[in-house]
Structures are given as structure tokens and as C-alpha cells.
């Protein structure tokens, strides 16, 4: 199984963006958009260090009842938000995956 990958890409809004796939493929946390490239891998950086404090982790709940969790930086940014979860429990697992995922995930390049 491949390893867990951070995918840097442009939207048609011309911002950056990063997103971090599991080994499966599967989008698990998507950035907000930068206006450059290295807004983004820095962006990155930090994520690498928040995900080591716990309370860097937001959970809230969308408007049709499922869960989600936000990465936060020190100062109460969102770094990144989680894919939708149908149960609390599904959320805790989704921060646990990230929190083991993004120390091995590498950076790699996306066209868009």
C-alpha cells in the first residue's frame, strides 16, 4: 500500500491548495487556499506541528448532523478541515488517522 500524501494544487480561483490523501487514496483534510505556492507548503509546515497538540483539534457539526474536525494554528486559524463523518466516534478515528498519517506523508505536486 502506498504511502499517505500531501497534494499541493492550484484551483481555478487561482489559490493554492493542499489536501492530505491516506495510502487508500482517500481525501481525509483539505486546506484553506493561499494566494502562493509557498503559502501553502508552509501551510504544510504547520501542520506537521500542530498535529502533536491536541488541542490544535476543533470538532463541530454541520448543518445536516455530521461531524467534522478542524486543524487550528497556535493562534485559532484553520489550517485544514476533515472530510464529513456520520458519528462522533467515525471523527475521533478521522483525528487519530491524521495524527498518524501526516509525519510519513510526503509532498507531492498536482496539476489544477
Given at each position: 500500500m502506498e504511502n499517505s500524501?500531501?497534494?499541493i494544487l492550484r484551483g481555478e480561483n487561482?489559490?493554492?491548495y493542499f489536501r492530505l490523501r491516506t495510502g487508500r487514496g482517500d481525501i481525509i483534510l483539505q486546506s484553506e487556499g493561499y494566494n502562493v505556492r509557498a503559502g501553502a507548503e508552509k501551510g504544510i509546515d504547520i501542520v506537521r506541528i500542530s498535529v502533536c497538540h491536541n488541542d490544535r483539534f476543533r470538532r463541530k457539526m454541520s448543518?445536516?448532523?455530521k461531524y467534522y474536525f478542524e486543524i487550528l494554528t497556535i493562534d485559532?486559524?484553520?489550517l485544514g478541515t476533515s472530510k464529513l463523518y456520520e458519528s462522533l466516534q467515525g471523527c475521533d478515528n478521522g483525528i487519530f488517522a491524521v495524527k498518524d498519517l501526516v509525519p510519513k506523508a510526503v509532498i507531492e505536486?498536482?496539476?489544477m
Open positions: 500524501k500531501f497534494q487561482k489559490q493554492y448543518a445536516d448532523g485559532g486559524d484553520i505536486n498536482s496539476g
